[in-house]
């Protein structure tokens, strides 16, 4: 059993909060908070590093090219965007796109820990080294991770995988991995049964 339904008022609430939030010096920046898209009870949850200018305008994680890329892995594994839930590390765009600072991360974190609660996925896919360093605190690299099967907190089999904007820069190999890693999500989705009262199977996670 789930502990928090997530459409119920205390994750409308947890939204609430984070579209008003000061905490940081990206609050002076930002067009939109990025909250999150997708359905709140989904049973696969994908987490990105943060929102990009595209996001930042539009106040949806995943849109242009990469949203268009990451909605056909989806939909090769027979998934519908809407069907998942889609967040990021921080609720808004660094400027520039530079990388998050940690003053940033620890200031923006809670949000994602409440949502991963809330939701509690069967599978959580990291795209990106930034975002897999976070939910599994590692110094290895995005590419020996990749398609790793880890499980995880509450219960959740987490899979890493790049980035989509990295299959975007001309790397053909790059997408073929990250087909291979949606199967592998695909294959856990399948024979994932949810337990009643699961406890965390891992709590060594950077969110804490």
């Known amino acids: 059993m789930r502990p928090v339904v997530a459409s119920s008022p205390a994750f409308l609430e947890l939204r609430d909060a984070a579209m008003a939030c000061t905490a940081c010096r990206l609050a002076e920046t ?4 990025v909250f999150g898209v997708g359905d709140p009870d989904a049973r696969l949850m994908l987490v ?5 200018r595209n996001e930042d305008l539009q106040g949806e994680p995943f849109v242009g090219a990469a949203g268009q890329l990451l909605d056909e892995l989806l939909s090769g594994i027979g998934i519908a965007r809407g069907e998942v839930y889609i967040g990021n590390v921080l609720k808004c765009r660094p400027p520039g796109n ?5 003053d940033e991360i620890d200031s923006c974190k809670g949000y994602l820990r409440s949502q ?26 995005i590419t020996r991770m990749r398609g790793s099967r880890i499980d995880w907190w509450l219960g959740a ?10 299959a975007l820069r001309g790397r053909p190999q790059v997408k073929a991995d990250m087909e291979q890693d949606f199967a592998a999500v ?18 060594t996670i950077g969110l804490s």
């Open 30 to 33: 930002r067009t939109n908070v």
């Open 48 to 52: 990105g590093e943060a929102p990009g």
């Open 98 to 102: 530079r990388d998050p600072r940690e």
């Open 116 to 141: 991963i609660r809330m939701i509690h996925p069967d599978v959580v896919v990291t795209l990106g080294n930034f975002a897999t360093k976070l939910l599994v605190p590692t110094e290895v690299g």
């Open 157 to 166: 089999t987490l899979i890493p995988t790049f980035h989509p904007a990295a």
């Open 186 to 203: 695909a294959e856990v989705l399948a024979s994932a049964a949810r337990s009643e009262g699961s406890d965390p199977v891992q709590t």
